[in-house]
């Protein structure tokens, strides 16, 4: 029986993504916030796919340290992880920095996932895994504030969900890079305009949108499940722009210096959970 872990698999497109998995035979950990939810996420999940091979982990990922429990927490349930996907996501439309300093959704939409990808790397290679990121396109203009990543005094809603989707990319052009055998591979797929609760905080007419045009999440994840589990995905470091088809997709291709500057940055945030650190 393969591994699944679906960061962010509660809710929306990752609960969507585990249930598809679960009725493949899979055994599922999802990861949620809320302790409650995440429970529920776990017997829907069950009773939806027929497979009592599901479980879950609660944790508050924009909490650096609450990273590494959660990933201790499914080293001790498994030791080969087959497939990683990575769905954590929120838009903020204000200003939240969290303990460690940092603006929120970046945490959350691109820095947990950093880590998490990073603490379970031996598990992931044990099971050649396949690691899918839950993204979009890069919006025009995107960058990466290096010298203010957090973004003080400098927020705007759609500047910060630019910087963190953009961090997406540019993590799975560079973990390509870093690699080259595939034996893990990351990928990248464009969600769509589809109903979840990434949405909750956004304004009325962005939600009225969304619930009027967006696709259910059950209907919006073809391209996740095929990234997660078909063998034929043996390459790395490519976005699937088009959502329910496959067969279009480009390879990442953005300034090899910033992507190798944000991974070093990256890294330099998560090094105190990192193994083999003293703190």
């Known amino acids: 029986m393969k591994t699944a872990v679906i960061a962010g698999g509660n809710s929306g497109i990752g609960k969507a993504i585990a249930t598809a998995l679960a009725k493949k035979d899979y055994q599922v950990f999802i990861h949620g916030r809320d302790p409650a939810k995440t429970k529920l996420a776990v017997e829907e999940i069950k009773s939806a796919s027929g497979n009592n091979k599901v479980d879950g982990f609660a944790a508050d990922i924009s909490v650096i340290s609450n990273i590494k429990t959660l990933t201790d927490e499914i080293r001790n349930k498994t030791n080969v992880i087959d497939t990683l996907v990575l769905s954590t996501g929120v838009i903020l ?14 945490v959350i939409q691109y820095l947990a996932r950093f880590a998490i990808t990073q603490l379970l790397m031996q598990e992931l290679t044990n099971g050649n895994a396949r690691i899918v990121v839950v993204g979009a ?11 203010n990543i957090a973004l003080k005094n400098n927020f705007t809603m759609v500047r910060a969900m630019a910087q ?21 591979v990351m990928n990248m797929a464009h969600v769509g305009v589809a109903k979840t609760g990434i949405i909750r905080h956004s304004n009325f007419f962005i939600r009225l949108a969304v619930n009027l045009f967006g696709k259910s999440p059950e209907k919006a994840i073809e391209n996740f499940v095929y990234l997660a589990s078909n063998e034929e995905v043996n390459f790395s470091g490519y976005f699937f722009k088009k959502p329910g088809d496959h067969f279009v997709k480009e390879k990442n291709n953005y300034d090899p210096g910033d992507a190798e500057r944000l991974w070093e940055m990256s890294m330099g945030f998560i090094s105190r959970i990192l193994p083999g650190s003293n703190q």
């Open 93 to 106: 439309p204000d200003y939240k920095v969290t303990a460690d300093g940092l603006e929120e959704g970046f």
């Open 137 to 147: 396109p890069v919006i025009k203009g995107a960058k990466i504030f290096f010298d």
């Open 164 to 184: 963190e989707m953009f961090a997406n990319h540019l993590m799975v052009q560079e973990f390509a890079k870093r690699n080259p055998g595939n034996k893990v």
